[in-house]
């Protein structure tokens, strides 16, 4: 009904919503409301995508990354979602989370990474959580860039989360793509005293420049 009646909603697609509704549930159970409100339950939790059409030309040092990026925005990109999922075993809260695994084509390759990202091949203690980067001579960097931490293989039926096989990736704001992106390497599991000290280096990994150390965004 927003779709049809709201035009902020232009162009946005959902897969099928071949999922129990995720809100709203006593919290810590799969019971849905049963407070004196009884609201009706809801797909409150969804995900919607859409490909820009047109737009400016993104910045570039590249005149082939410039005119791939314009083939991108003109439409050349195909997207295809493979799963669109609940996670009903959830019951930390009254909404049950959702997640979707989509596959992208696109028109263009950039064989030279923008961004070359070095990491620790294993890491065992907090320290290890640091990355360096180098960029490519010209790329043009933002204060919104940033580097997320990337869980490699998990189960459709799970969120990706405690020790395994990760990836650092970097994000360009001005390009709206991953420039740089990071061999496998090896989260052990740490002591219970360590494990929260790693959660907060992860959130924001520790990214050092020729510049000096900066704390990116995740």
Not at 70 to 99: E, N
Request: net charge positive.
């Amino acid at each position: 009904m927003a779709k049809n009646s709201e035009s902020i909603l232009d162009g946005f697609l959902e897969g099928p919503l071949n999922f129990p509704p995720t809100y709203k549930f006593d919290v810590g159970t799969h019971t849905y409301d049963t407070s004196a409100k009884k609201r009706k339950p809801a797909w409150t939790d969804r995900i919607l995508w859409r490909l820009r059409s047109t737009g400016s030309p993104v910045p570039s040092h590249s005149a082939a990354l410039q005119r791939g990026l314009t083939s991108w925005l003109g439409g050349a990109t195909r997207v295809t979602q493979h799963y669109y999922h609940s996670h009903m075993g959830f019951t930390v809260s009254d909404h049950k989370p959702v997640s979707a695994l989509f596959s992208l084509h696109f028109p263009f390759k950039v064989n030279l990474p923008l961004v070359h990202l070095e990491v620790e091949k294993e890491w065992t203690k907090v320290s290890d959580a640091t990355a360096r980067f180098t960029i490519i001579s010209g790329f043009q960097r933002s204060s919104w860039d940033w580097v997320g931490l990337y869980k490699v293989t998990f189960p459709e039926e799970d969120l990706p989360r405690d020790a395994g096989e990760y990836i650092l990736g970097y994000y360009s704001n001005n390009t709206n793509s991953i420039v740089g992106i990071t061999e496998p390497f090896q989260v052990r599991p740490l002591k219970k005293h360590e494990e929260f000290d790693l959660t907060l280096a992860i959130m924001g990994v520790g990214v050092r420049s020729d510049s000096g150390c900066k704390w990116m965004r995740h």
